[in-house]
């Protein structure tokens, strides 16, 4: 079924998808906000540009934009796939807790921010051009990817990355030279097992994005952990 959204404000285009069939294309967005909120069973396919909260607490729907999306995509999601040809805004993947984000383009800030993880829910965000700053703080669980793709030369995340880490696991396709992580994470080369890892999740992306799994790989991957199991105990509990 197809929608079109223009002059829909986003309680129109939110009912609209909601009495549509499981497979649903919206053509003309442009900034309305909350499309496929909270929706398990609904296909979306979006031409133009999505506002805030693309997605927000999606417990099982795709979503798939053909465009840039905005700020809070997949805010506190639980389950499904919200894939962006473009760019997205601030605070991709806020407290998200299970689900895939794969971004084909950059990211603004606080990507991934209070990422978590619980039992077989192991969110992952996967940004394929750059990411601005505070990258994945207070981030608990969960997997980040930054690749990089058309930033040669340049630093792929920048300032206050990992700020607050205490869980999970981030992968940076980069030596990661000059940039500045706090002393609580660890930032080592990936090894054959962190390796053994990523390459799904790269496959998918590629897949998804239609580039070549070899070009990805020919670059060093830095892992970023958390180095204690909570690293700000001693801020808060006395000894």
């Known amino acids: 079924m197809r ?4 002059g829909l404000d986003f309680r129109a285009v939110n009912d609209a998808v909601r009495e549509a069939d499981s497979e649903c294309e ?7 906000r909350f499309i496929g909120a909270g929706m398990a069973d609904k296909h979306l396919v979006i031409r133009g ?14 979503i798939t934009v053909y465009g840039n999306a905005q700020d809070a995509t997949g805010d506190t999601m639980n389950a499904g796939r919200i894939v962006v040809h473009g760019n997205i805004g601030d605070a991709a993947g806020y407290a998200m807790r299970g689900g895939q984000i794969f971004v084909k383009g950059n990211a603004g800030y606080r990507a991934g921010i209070h990422m978590k993880a619980y039992q077989d829910k192991v969110p992952q965000l996967v940004i394929g051009g750059t990411a601005g700053s505070f ?7 969960g997997v980040i990817v930054v690749l990089g793709l058309g930033a040669e030369g340049r630093k792929i995340v920048s300032n206050f990355p990992c700020t607050g880490m205490h869980g999970g696991k981030m ?3 980069s030596s990661c030279e000059g940039v500045r992580f706090p002393p609580q994470v660890t930032a080592n080369p990936i090894n054959d097992a962190q390796m053994q890892e990523l390459k799904p999740i790269l496959q998918e992306y590629c897949s998804l994005f239609s580039c070549e799994l070899s070009a990805v790989l020919d670059a060093p991957f830095t892992v970023i952990t958390p180095d204690t199991a909570n690293p700000y105990r001693q801020m808060y ?3």
């Open 135 to 141: 990258l994945g703080e207070y981030q608990a669980g």
């Open 26 to 32: 919206l053509t003309g967005c442009c900034g309305q």
């Open 49 to 62: 540009t999505p506002g805030n909260a693309l997605g927000a607490y999606l417990n099982g729907a795709e």
């Open 171 to 173: 992968f940076l396709r």
């Open 237 to 239: 509990v006395a000894n």
């Open 3 to 6: 929608i079109n959204t223009v």
